[in-house]
């Protein structure tokens, strides 16, 4: 476990992040070409999203055939070049295991259409419900919805049957009881880890198991009956035993999860996984929980969950992911901060923020840099499923474009799909031609080559925030409290580790703000460890953070 808590993971988006043959999408080649930037920067891993043959209806997590690699992304020599290349400069790489859905094209889904009742039980079937007679499909089995709309079951004629898709239409849900489908899978880890793979992030993992009793959610959408459900921890041990991945660095993506079972997830002791994305903090803008609904972010919220999630976690020794961003998420300089007055302020407030906590922070690409939301004006300009699939329903509800457009703005997945800025050329130096999705118009300015010759750059920063975390045993292993805790505009802890001290206070607010419990006076015998302003006022300037050392 030691040897996960100083290691801070840097995400990857493939098709985004450089394109080295100019085809308008980024590919593993044009990772290979980024590494020593990468090294650099300080990181340890480097978590790319899947890159396998695959149609592309949900950007790659429809995988299609998990031992092979796409060709818009390159070849088996490529990746084996990147894992070696990424080694020699002290690198490793994480890969995304996509194993609670399949895509429709799969040679499993395909051979269970043929008939093939082998295949068949790899996939979750049902019968529809008021059936009038043979061959009349009737109603789905139940009322659950999927992740980007409307009902998560399909009937397909072909199979006589609904089949149940969690996400997309085209990426059926695998049948986890299946013994067959457990031992595929830990097949699929165990092929990639022989390769040379030193860690694996799981999507939405504890969705695999799904309720024994198929039944209406009467009070939602349907995923408190299949999130964290029977056997997921069985089922989890049992890859991890099976795979030979115990001891490796391994997250899962918990989707609508609790603080018990993470608890669960990455305790040492269940041999699981080392830790747990939980999304909690990043829905306090969703109004009544619906994120295509908007509102100001609940900061009361965020820091409570904060809070108990850090505590909560310390106290039953699992292990959090510390994230704002990844490639489901807008941008959250433009989320939580000021993408433009107080842009560099706040980007480098936030990054402190989680850096500084208790677990493994992950820098999803362009974060370094303060990159912003898209700022798209047209639906056009959209190629995420979800976007489009809302966009939809939200002029169905009876949404003006301008207002379903303002929506997609702040939400968007693709806010964090942009291509990689790193320079202020045509495309942003990400590639020869125009990219698969537009750019963010603001890479003229907002790009690596600029952030490289300032030395008070949002980048140099993050190379601090990953310094110290190796440097400092107690950011990687300090207890944690939560002070302020009924300041509305402050989030600050303290770490604590052998006698020594951090404090570390982040005013959210495009103002300056006071304490309530001390005075900035109070640590004039402590050391500024880092900050985004130089020195130190009576209050907390606009987005600023101060962090302060001493022993005791």
């Not at 007679?133 to 072909?158: H, I, K, L, V």
């Not at 793979?197 to 939602?220: H, M, Q, S, Y």
């Not at 999130?227 to 609508?256: F, N």
């Amino acid at each position: 476990m030691a040897d996960i808590k100083n290691k801070i993971v840097y995400q990857i988006y493939p098709k985004s992040f450089k394109d080295s043959n100019g085809d308008g999408i980024g590919d593993l080649r044009g990772v290979i070409e980024k590494l020593d930037y990468l090294a650099d920067l300080g990181v340890d891993y480097l978590w790319l999203t899947p890159f396998f043959v695959s149609p592309q209806k949900d950007n790659g997590y429809d995988v299609a055939d998990y031992l092979a690699i796409d060709p818009r992304f390159g070849t088996m020599a490529d990746f084996d070049e990147l894992v070696q290349a990424a080694a020699a400069k002290g690198l490793k790489i994480m890969l995304d295991m996509v194993l609670c859905h399949t895509s429709d094209q799969h040679q499993w889904f395909q051979r269970a259409l043929a008939g093939d009742e082998k295949y068949r039980q790899y996939y979750i079937l049902r019968d529809g419900r008021h059936k009038k007679s043979e061959g009349d499909p009737g109603e789905p089995p139940t009322n659950w919805q999927c992740a980007f709309g409307g009902s998560a079951w399909q009937w397909e004629p072909r199979l006589g049957k609904w089949y149940l898709h969690l996400h997309d239409v085209s990426q059926p849900d695998l049948d986890w009881t299946n013994p067959q489908v457990r031992e595929e899978l830990a097949k699929v880890v165990r092929f990639w880890k022989e390769r040379g793979v030193a860690g694996f992030r799981f999507d939405v993992i504890n969705l695999i198991a799904k309720p024994e009793i198929f039944a209406d959610d009467t009070k939602g959408l349907g995923r408190r009956l299949f999130a964290d459900g029977p056997h997921i921890h069985e089922y989890l041990r049992e890859l991890v035993q099976k795979a030979g991945i115990d001891g490796m660095m391994t997250v899962g993506e918990m989707a609508s999860t609790d603080l018990p079972n993470c608890v669960l997830y990455t305790r040492p002791a269940d041999h699981e996984l080392s830790m747990a994305f939980s999304f909690h903090h990043l829905k306090v803008d969703y109004k009544d929980g619906d994120k295509w609904s908007l509102m100001e972010p609940d900061m009361a919220e965020l820091k409570r969950l904060f809070a108990d999630w850090q505590t909560g976690m310390a106290k039953a020794d699992g292990w959090n992911a510390l994230f704002w961003c990844n490639h489901d998420q807008p941008r959250i300089v433009s989320r939580l901060g000021d993408d433009k007055k107080y842009r560099v302020e706040s980007a480098k407030m936030l990054a402190a923020c989680i850096h500084l906590m208790r677990g493994t922070p992950y820098i999803y690409q362009g974060e370094e840099l303060g990159m912003t939301n898209a700022g798209y004006t047209s639906i056009e300009d959209y190629r995420d499923v979800e976007s489009l699939n809302a966009y939809r329903i939200l002029l169905e509800q009876g949404k003006t474009e301008d207002e379903a457009l303002k929506i997609l703005a702040a939400r968007s997945r693709d806010n964090g799909r942009t291509p990689m800025q790193w320079s202020n050329q045509k495309y942003a130096g990400f590639s020869t031609v125009e990219p698969w999705i537009p750019l963010t118009k603001n890479y003229t300015a907002i790009n690596v080559e600029a952030a490289q010759k300032n030395e008070n750059s949002i980048l140099a920063f993050y190379k601090t925030l990953i310094k110290l975390r190796h440097e400092m045993p107690i950011i990687a292993e300090g207890d944690i409290r939560f002070i302020e805790e009924d300041n509305p505009h402050v989030i600050a802890y303290e770490r604590a580790w052998q006698g020594e001290r951090l404090t570390v206070l982040c005013n959210f607010r495009p103002t300056s703000v006071k304490l309530c419990h001390a005075t900035l006076q109070d640590f004039a015998g402590s050391q500024k460890l880092i900050g985004n302003y130089p020195g130190r006022e009576e209050r907390l300037r606009p987005y600023e953070v101060l962090v302060f050392y001493s022993r005791t």
